[in-house]
């Protein structure tokens, strides 16, 4: 079993529709990582979260660390938001360094 | 936002020959740089994790000699591919880490390497 689950592993949408992708962990973290990757493989930081909720225009980010859940919500999803979308969790690997553990990441295709 | 540049973004060589790679944090000092090769509809794989002036950390499986590592500022590593062959053809993606800890890291564009 990976460390880090995501699921859908692909999921098409609507332009306008309203996107959910999940990530379960079993590392014990005290943060989660959300990642934009774009066809042309460039990696964009999205969100880092520890608690509640964070909210970047239309993304929005949720983790329960108790539960060990995460979801990354996109709100009227846009072709432009078509991308893989990954979650990575921080594990403790020494002196001070943690390093990323990566979901295998959701394929998000967003169709006009 | 913090910003972090590779370069170059594609280089093809030929077999036998020796690669580098930059990363640099362009708008603050990054504490900790990471190298990660990511092969086609797969996860990104970490490969080493380099603090300034000191020897990087290589992951298990990964050979120090052909990945040589240096991270000679706080703003600058360098990921050298030594006598690259066909199989070291991948993608190549950094990322700074500014503050030590648990804390946002910021990922370089990547670099596409094809060895023939």
């Known amino acids: 079993k990976n460390e880090v689950e995501q699921s859908p592993q692909n999921l098409t949408a609507q332009e306008g529709e309203f996107i959910t992708i999940n990530c379960s962990y079993s590392?014990?973290?005290?943060?989660l990582h959300w990642l934009q990757q774009h066809p042309g493989g460039g990696i964009v930081s999205l969100f880092m979260?520890?608690?509640g909720k964070k909210k970047h225009g239309r993304l929005i980010a949720t983790i329960n660390i108790q539960e060990k859940h995460s979801s990354l919500h996109i709100t009227a999803s846009h072709p432009r938001d078509s991308a893989v979308y990954i979650c990575?969790?921080?594990?403790?690997?020494?002196?001070?360094?943690?390093?990323?553990?990566f979901g295998k990441g959701t394929l998000l295709t967003v169709n006009p | 936002g913090a910003v972090v540049s590779q370069h170059p973004s594609w280089v093809i060589c030929k077999s036998g020959t020796s690669v580098k790679i930059e990363c640099r944090s362009l708008?603050?000092?990054?504490?900790?740089m990471f190298w990660y090769r990511q092969f086609p509809k797969q996860s990104l794989m970490l490969m080493a994790t380099?603090?300034?002036?000191?020897?990087?950390?290589?992951e298990q499986g990964v050979e120090k000699d052909k990945f040589l590592i240096n991270h000679a500022s706080l703003t600058l590593s360098t990921l050298t591919v030594t006598s690259a062959h066909p199989e070291d053809s991948s993608f190549y993606i950094c990322?700074?880490?500014?503050?030590?800890?648990?804390?946002?890291?910021?990922f370089g564009p990547g670099t596409r390497l094809t060895v023939l």
């Open positions: 990322s700074a880490r500014r503050l030590a800890g648990v804390s946002e890291q910021f």
């Open positions: 590392v014990g973290i005290s943060a």
């Open positions: 979260l520890s608690s």
């Open positions: 990575a969790a921080p594990r403790y690997s020494g002196g001070s360094n943690y390093k990323l553990t």
């Open positions: 708008d603050f000092q990054a504490t900790t």
């Open positions: 380099s603090n300034e002036g000191s020897k990087a950390t290589y």
